[in-house]
Nanobody, 117 residues
Framework: QVQLVESGGGLVQPGGSLRLSCAASGSIFGIYSKGWYRQAPGNQRELVAAITSDGSTNYSDFVKGRFTITRDNAKNTVYLQMNSLKPEDTALYYC???????????WGQGTQVTVSS
């Protein structure tokens, strides 16, 4: 099992920045993807960004150029730097780890990001 704990959410004005952190513990062997998803009220959960074990990154179009995903393997932590935030970025942000075998998805409890003036 893998336990994920997110932090760093909060209220920020449009144009502002936040950095989310996701600390992992437990059996993280075989994790091939670490990512961030978000879910706004009434919407489905959607991928924001992900980073794979070889360091490749993938961003959804709506955050390209504004958000950056990084990881610190020594600290078992993945980060999401969010710049130029917009009101439409308001959502509950979830950390996600994926294991290839056995195929598994692990989720954190989520951290709220609210962008409002």
């Amino acid at each position: 099992q893998v336990q994920l704990v997110e932090s760093g959410g909060g209220l920020v004005q449009p144009g502002g920045s936040l950095r989310l952190s996701c600390a992992a513990s437990g059996s993280i062997f075989g994790i091939y993807s670490k990512g961030w998803y978000r879910q706004a009220p009434g919407n489905q959960r959607e991928l924001v960004a992900a980073i794979t074990s070889d360091g490749s990154t993938n961003y959804s179009d709506f955050v390209k150029g504004r958000f950056t995903i990084t990881r610190d393997n020594a600290k078992n932590t993945v980060y999401l730097q969010m710049n130029s935030l917009k009101p439409e970025d308001t959502a509950l942000y979830y950390c996600n780890y994926k294991r290839l075998w056995p195929k598994s998805d692990y989720w954190g409890q989520g951290t709220q990001v609210t962008v409002s003036s």
